[in-house]
């Protein structure tokens, strides 16, 4: 029986053996012996198609989907609406939101109803804007239908309007509230919201009333209170939020809600001139155009939802509510004028 150190020296002895001359076969040997080299390079020239698939379906999607949605992207404050050179007969209130319906409908792209096929479906700040310029033609349009003087059928326009304009924005080709429901489009219906909008204004002449202006300017000072009061909610809850997807939603709705008000205003000071310069508020009129314009021109590059009192970081809500609020004291002054001015001719 052999002793147990001459035991540990023996086994010793097979293992270096056995080391030098056995080769330890790795996984990748072990394929290589398998495979033939015709398997090898079909394996090696699908592995780079697929790897250049991927690259050029990731390139085609950066450039389709960004580059795409830049080129559709266009939040014009620019193009204004018009006044005719000599007073017309026709209302150029209805003529400005018409205008603004056209605009948005015809002449650019409709943002907020596309589906993934389209590169502008990825756009977020366009769509709200938009969305915000037919929400106050909506508004101005309900004042339209309450005022008088208007005939039955003026009146039957404006309603069917009215509810066109209140149709979703965001509706395609499909219901969203069934899937397999055919829908008319919203640009469709915003088409044909400004097609009865045009035959309001022309089935009579306009004849301004001393009690339309004071009920456009209440609606008007409504609507800016709720669009300020909103964003001031945003800043107190969400304020310094590290991530806030909903900041820029609601700085460009107002951006486009404000551009919308000041085309319409600057059509309603030609209609109701007379008015206007009989309550000596041109001045205050002329401020309010230029609140709003302002408020729908400011435009960072990036929203910034900073805390209130934060001096290092901005909060755009904050800047572009204190335009919205210069539009609102305009906004205030002329209905106190012009409620001066109806206590005294009342008297």
């Not at 001096?311 to 809500?317: A, C, I, Q, S």
């Not at 904050?318 to 209905?335: D, G, P, W």
Request: net charge positive; glycine share 4%.
């Amino acid at each position: 029986m052999a002793k147990p150190k001459e035991f540990q020296e023996k086994v010793k002895r097979i293992y270096k053996y056995c080391a030098d001359k056995i080769s330890v076969i790795t996984i990748k040997q072990h394929i290589e012996k398998l495979v033939p080299s015709w398997g090898k390079a079909v394996f090696k020239s699908t592995y780079k198609i697929w790897k250049a698939a991927i690259f050029s379906l990731f390139c085609f999607l950066f450039f389709y989907y960004f580059l795409g949605s830049q080129i559709a992207e266009n939040i014009d404050v620019q193009t204004q609406y018009l006044l005719p050179k000599q007073q017309s007969a026709k209302m150029e209130t209805a003529n400005a939101m018409n205008f603004l319906l056209k605009r948005e409908v015809d002449d650019k792209m409709w943002t907020p109803n596309l589906p993934p096929l389209f590169p502008a479906y990825v756009l977020d700040n366009m769509p709200n804007f938009q969305i915000g310029i037919v929400d106050a033609v909506q508004d101005i349009n309900d004042i339209l239908r309450r005022m008088e003087g208007i005939n039955a059928e003026q009146y039957d326009d404006l309603q069917k309007a009215g509810q066109l304009l209140n149709y979703a924005p965001n509706i395609w080709l499909l219901s969203k509230k069934d899937t397999f429901n055919i829908a008319p489009s919203s640009n469709t219906q915003y088409r044909k919201a400004a097609k009865y909008l045009r035959k309001f204004n022309e089935r009579a002449d306009f004849s301004p009333h001393a009690n339309h202006l004071p009920r456009f300017m209440e609606q008007i000072s409504s609507k800016l209170t709720k669009l300020v009061l909103k964003s001031e909610e945003h800043q107190q809850e969400h304020g310094g939020d590290i991530i806030d997807f909903r900041v820029d939603n609601i700085f460009y709705h107002n951006c486009g809600y404000a551009f919308a008000l000041s085309q319409i205003c600057k059509a309603m000071g030609a209609d109701y001139k007379g008015e206007i310069l009989r309550h000596n508020v041109y001045t205050e009129w002329t401020y309010l155009l230029s609140s709003l314009q302002k408020a729908a021109e400011f435009q960072p590059m990036v929203v910034r939802s900073g805390k209130p009192k934060d001096l290092l970081t901005p909060n755009h809500l904050t800047e572009q509510n204190f335009y919205l609020m210069r539009a609102l004291v305009a906004v205030e002054k002329i209905r106190t004028a012009l409620a001066k001015g109806a206590i005294a001719d009342a008297n």
